[in-house]
């Protein structure tokens, strides 16, 4: 587990669009695809635009890039809560892909038949090799909750399929995410979090008791390969340990 912290939040998103160019050449390189998992919220927009500027877009081979989404609300496609849709206005719309390189969660059923969908279309991707992202980026919640694994749920628990629906009681809303098996067999995750919101959540997640039903994304850890943290000085504030970048 790699703790990157940094000065500005300029600084930490130019740190990780850097990690995201090296992660898709070594891809790219190792078996001529890049299988991006991208995280939803709001934070990781400023990536995604960077990553589409005049100073990065020639660094990524994106004609052999091909994006998933760690979860996605259960709402209609259009829907301005579709982390899709923040994708498509920073990101895809921007670089030269076709539709099939976007693996798109299909809401048009239920949410049981969107998450065994999604699964079925990421596996028809892989073909008959075991799920392994090259890298997933993840978002923290001010609740230690990443992707949709949210503290006191049952996708928790969930240890055989790689994509679930769970019902947000708070939020009445159902969400299609990935379980913290099939995230942690990915070769490389990269958590993003800035602000001083997300401070109490990363000392407890990164630094406190091991509860990972109160803090979710402490399940999160790559079996066979590496897991970095790419925070500010503000959401590191809380960390007893820091080391400054
Ligand atoms: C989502 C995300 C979620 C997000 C965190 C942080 O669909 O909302 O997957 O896990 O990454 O809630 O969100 P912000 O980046 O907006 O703070």
Redesign the pocket.
């Known amino acids: 587990m790699e703790l990157n912290i940094f000065k500005t939040v300029e600084e930490q998103i130019a740190a990780l669009a850097n990690y995201v160019i090296d992660a898709s050449k070594t891809a790219i390189m190792d078996h001529d695809r890049f299988d991006f998992v991208l ?6 927009k400023r990536l995604y635009e960077l990553l589409t500027s005049d100073k990065y877009k020639k660094r990524i081979d994106w004609s052999r890039t091909y994006f998933f989404f ?4 259960f709402v209609p496609a259009g829907d301005e809560e579709r ?1 899709s849709l923040m994708a498509k206005e920073s990101l895809f719309d921007h670089v030269n892909i076709s539709d099939d390189q976007i693996f798109k969660v299909d809401t048009s059923g239920s949410p049981e038949e969107a998450a065994k969908k999604y699964e079925m279309d990421i596996e028809v991707h892989f073909g008959k090799k075991p799920i392994r992202f090259d890298l997933v980026l ?4 001010d609740d230690a ?4 694994l949210f503290p006191g749920t049952s996708i928790l628990n969930e240890k055989e399929a790689g994509i679930r629906s769970v019902y947000l009681e708070d939020k009445q809303v159902y ?1 299609i995410s990935m379980t913290y098996p099939l995230i942690n067999q990915a070769k490389e995750i990269a958590f993003l979090a800035f602000g001083e919101n ?1 401070a109490e959540a990363a000392q407890h997640v990164l630094e406190g008791e091991k509860d990972t039903s109160k803090f979710p994304a402490q399940l999160i850890r790559s079996e066979m390969g590496s897991t970095e943290w790419f925070l500010d000085k503000k959401a590191a504030s809380k960390l007893t340990k820091p080391r400054k970048k």
């Open positions: 995280s939803g919220g709001s934070s990781p760690g979860d996605e609300r982390n993840l978002g923290l919640g909750h990443t992707a949709s969400r997300k």
